[in-house]
């Protein structure tokens, strides 16, 4: 990020973008079906640098499924 921008806005951390797409990229972190995963930690691992995935299946809080586009989580979990 431009680095006047980020002095200018006082931002200790890195804008996250959000990428919406039927592949999975290559990541350093990527939720597990399996657990308990909730979006507020991946979105600070991509704020702090790392490149993070999450799926649908992968997205097991209620909330998060609804914060991250993948529909009514909490009829779905």
């Known amino acids: ?14 804008p996250v973008g959000i ?5 999975t990229a290559e990541c350093e972190l990527e939720a597990d079906p399996a657990k308990r995963n909730c979006v507020i930690p991946f979105v ?7 490149i993070t995935s999450m799926d649908e299946a992968g997205c097991t809080c209620p909330g998060g499924a ?12």
């Open 1 to 14: 990020m431009d680095k006047k921008l980020v002095e200018m806005l006082h931002l200790e951390l890195e």
């Open 19 to 23: 990428f919406f797409g039927n592949t």
């Open 44 to 50: 600070m691992a991509a704020a702090k640098g790392k």
């Open 66 to 77: 609804v914060g991250a586009c993948f529909g009514d989580g909490f009829t779905r979990l």
